[in-house]
């Protein structure tokens, strides 16, 4: 067995690798070559600085990780871990976060975040054994928006320009990394909502249309309790067909969770954020 970074695997044989140990996994995940390297771009991954798991040269394992510079602090990310069947029950994700820790120490990385299913004890267990912890639930919730209370005064239309500082003020947490405004600016293919009163931004949310998810949200806070925020995701969620997914809300106050569930989305799943400072 061999510990190496998966910088010389082809996209399509990481794919074919996250497939292969996300089989059984609690939810569905297909990675397409070009979802995979759709993700690998937005996520900021860096495969140079990853480790897989090698035996007789074929890949058994892998941690994906990225980078940013969030608050003047060297973050990375975990976006993936996957461990084959046949190569599971060996500690292959205890052992490959010791090399990986030191690759990331070496740039000088001082922290590390990462999300598991809440469920996946197994996972968690790993993690706690390379010194991860526990900082945040993050929900995730579906479904179809109920019809909004009408707001007469109010106008919603697709806008091109951001103002990342605006939308920023009207934040009360922050989106996790894959919902992040640096992801955000290099997926393709996402679109933002303005909610205008007059010529006012009263509110916005920023959807991956492809996926019918939600990425960002929020209302300015003197425009609260309104009916724009149940008509935002109401104008999305009617130009895709099927249900909306919004994931990772990491609201301690669970006012955004309410709100979700008032506008009529289920509660499907609770990820655990977990931190390991280095
Ligand atoms: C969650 C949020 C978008 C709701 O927007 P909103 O325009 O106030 O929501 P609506 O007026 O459409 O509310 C629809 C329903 O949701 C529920 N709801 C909304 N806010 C609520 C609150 N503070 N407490 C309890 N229920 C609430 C209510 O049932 C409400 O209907 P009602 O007013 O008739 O009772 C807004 O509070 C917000 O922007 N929060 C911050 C989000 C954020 O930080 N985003 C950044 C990361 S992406």
Redesign the pocket.
């Known amino acids: 067995m061999i510990f190496k970074t998966v910088e010389n695997l082809s996209i399509p044989e990481i794919a074919q690798l996250f497939n292969e140990a996300f089989a059984d996994y609690f939810v569905k995940v297909e990675l397409t070559p070009e979802l995979l390297q759709s993700k690998i771009e937005s996520e900021d991954l860096r495969t140079d600085l990853s480790i897989g798991l090698f035996h007789n040269e074929k890949p058994v394992a892998f941690m994906l990780h990225g980078l940013r510079e969030t608050d003047g602090k060297k973050v990375a990310y975990n976006g993936g871990t996957g461990v084959i069947k046949e190569f599971r029950g060996q500690h292959a994700t205890v052992k490959m976060y010791e090399k990986q820790l030191s690759i990331l120490k070496e740039i000088g990385v001082d922290e590390i975040e990462l999300e598991v299913i809440d469920k996946n004890i197994q996972a968690i267990k790993s993690y706690e054994k390379a010194g991860f912890r526990k900082t945040a639930d993050l929900d995730c919730f579906m479904g179809k928006p109920n019809e909004?209370?009408k707001n007469s005064g109010l106008r919603i239309q697709e806008i091109q320009s951001f103002d990342h500082q605006l939308f920023q003020s009207?934040?009360?947490?922050?989106?996790s990394w894959q919902?992040a405004t640096a992801t955000i600016e290099k997926l393709t293919d996402s679109i933002t909502y303005g909610a205008f009163i007059g010529d006012e931004l009263a509110?916005y949310l920023t959807a991956y249309p492809k996926g019918a998810r939600v990425l960002?949200?929020?209302?300015a806070p003197n425009?609260?309790?309104?009916?724009?925020?149940?008509?935002l995701f109401h104008y999305f969620a009617d130009t895709v067909s099927g249900e909306i997914n919004v994931n990772n809300i990491d609201?301690p106050s669970q006012?955004?969770q309410?709100?979700l569930k008032?506008?009529g989305l289920k509660h499907f799943l609770t990820q655990n954020k977990m931190t390991l400072k280095l």
């Open positions: 909004p209370a009207f934040w009360e947490w922050r989106p919902n509110g960002q949200f929020a209302v425009y609260r309790r309104q009916g724009i925020g149940s008509s609201d006012t955004t309410r709100f008032a506008i």
